[in-house]
């Protein structure tokens, strides 16, 4: 019984020690609403390289965020999204809501480098999206609901 509690105490610690690395990606930054993250990590109206637009939100975090997308749209357009219809989201909740119709964005994946040097391939595409989406917190702007993450892009 002794060695079985141990290998159970061995795989408590290992799960405890992933969930604590992927937690910092997950994390709104101190100061910011999930409202204002969502807006910088996934809203970037002109076109720009994955490596600069990439460095507005890796500079908030201290690393380089593993992939990205980058919706080439407005944040009130984005925003009106949250207006139609819900959807379920991938985690279950029924808060998110899909894009009438497809919009530009640009997928970044880190391909080399360490914070701050963090390098990243473009891949631009045409896709509708799905946004999950709450009321807002008091420093945010006075739309009913406001985008808080991105669900997924198809």
């Known amino acids: 019984m002794g060695p079985h509690l141990l290998g159970c105490s061995s795989l408590l610690l290992l799960l405890l020690g992933m969930w604590w690395s992927v937690c910092p990606l997950c994390a709104v930054p101190k100061g910011l609403t999930k409202a204002r993250w969502f807006e910088i990590q996934h809203i970037q109206p002109r076109l720009l ?86 009321p807002p917190q008091k420093t945010d702007p006075p739309y009913h609901l406001v985008p808080v993450h991105l669900d997924k892009v198809v």
């Open 49 to 134: 390289q994955c490596n600069t637009a990439m460095s507005g939100v890796n500079n908030y975090t201290r690393h380089c965020k593993p992939e990205n997308t980058f919706l080439h749209n407005f944040f009130q357009d984005v925003t009106a999204v949250c207006n139609l219809p819900n959807i379920i989201c991938k985690n279950g909740r029924h808060n998110c809501h899909q894009s009438p119709k497809p919009v530009n964005l640009t997928q970044c994946n880190l391909i080399a480098g360490r914070y701050p040097d963090c390098r990243y391939h473009d891949d631009a595409q045409y896709k509708f999206f799905v946004v999950a989406c709450d």
